[in-house]
């Protein structure tokens, strides 16, 4: 592969080294983590053996949870950079505001796509009056190099495009497949929907052979190329793949997330994504200051939350090498 890029990182000695040459089937079983008081969450990424599918660089399910006698997700003011967020709700209502002045309140079937680029801050809170279960993914996608410093932006787009096939419903959230393309805007070749299979689908979905894949078994079990995924559980498929095949005994949704092979070394840490140790402590500090850099989240009663303390220096790049 040739860097055709006129401005090329510093950082080009990061790489592929996780990335598998091929088709492979790796579980990611993910692990069990709090987030703030109410709400447990499973991460499939990071984890201690993969760290970033295409340009995925975070993945957490959480749900479905009985929230009727709880707050439910309740998520102060926080910042991010580098990153987008994607957020991807089967049950419930997220009220987000951030520090663009965006109030929004999405369901299931809605995208909210939010670019932290440069910097931003938001919540993310269920409505004081909410549906009874909650039941999501959030996701992250590293910006490029190129785009990493672009002004934030807020997406929420409450129809997006998709396609049926063999018991199958897809909805395209990022990226393009099956001919359907997201009005989600993207930074880098990547791609994720969602299926909604019936019992005894039985679904043949097109792959880019250039990307690599993980499909996430967000309810019910599926048969992934004749591996069983259990609900909560993550399957890397590596790359050079046409096609993978689906199939349900029992009513299921499957995120499939994919993308080409990201290049550029990261260092991420709390809610950031840098290139060096040194950028991650200049954005901590500016949260901590209240620089501009983030700004406040508008509308938003109560305090927010403050960075954990930063691990010592240098932090190591994240990432792959080759
Ligand atoms: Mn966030």
Redesign the pocket.
Known sequence: MSNLDRHPAPHELGGLEQTSAGPVLDLLPGREVLLGESTRVRRLLPTLGRRLVGAWAFVDHYGPDDITASPGMQ?PP?P?TGLQ?VSWLLEGEVHHRDSLGSDVRFGPGELALMTAGHGIA?S?QSPATHPRFLHGAQLWVALPDAHRETAPTFEHHGTLPGFSSDGASATVLMGSMGGATSPGTAYSPLVAADLDLTAGADVELPLEPDFEYAVLASSGAVEVEGAPLDHGAMLYLGTGRRAVRLRAAVPARVLLLGGEPFEERLVMWW?FVGRSGEEITQYTEQWADQDARFGDVVGYDGPRQEAPPLPPLPLKPRGRTR
């Open positions: 998520v926080h991010h967020t938001h993310e809610n």
